[in-house]
Nanobody
């Protein structure tokens, strides 16, 4: 069994920063590309950023380019989303996602439980 657990959400004022973490646990052999998604009330879930398994390449939604940075620590099986200059429209539940290959070579498309980010004065 493998799972992803997010942390780091909270309430922040406009212009502030937060760092989200996504920790994978279980019988992990390999974690493939990791993505951060968000879902605001009444809206569809959208991709915010994705990083390759090596961590060398990343891509971002236009709405967060220049403000958010995705990274990962492969040794710790953990991904991060650094969010700067936050805006009220960034308010959403943030989820991490990654296909994880277990030590028995089964692959699961894993989602975390989500962490709430609220940007408000």
């Amino acid at each position: 069994q493998v799972q992803l657990v997010e942390s780091g959400g909270g309430l922040v004022q406009p212009g502030g920063s937060l760092r989200l973490s996504c920790a994978a646990s279980g019988s992990i052999f390999r974690i493939k590309a990791m993505g951060w998604y968000r879902q605001a009330p009444g809206k569809e879930r959208e991709l915010v950023a994705r990083i390759t398994s090596s961590g060398v390449s990343a891509n971002y939604a236009d709405s967060v380019k220049g403000r958010f940075t995705i990274s990962r620590d492969t040794a710790k099986n953990t991904g991060y989303l650094q969010m700067n200059n936050l805006k009220p429209e960034d308010t959403a539940v943030y989820y991490c996602n990654a296909p994880i290959v277990t030590t028995s070579l089964d692959e699961y498309d894993c989602w975390g439980q989500g962490t709430q980010v609220t940007v408000s004065s």
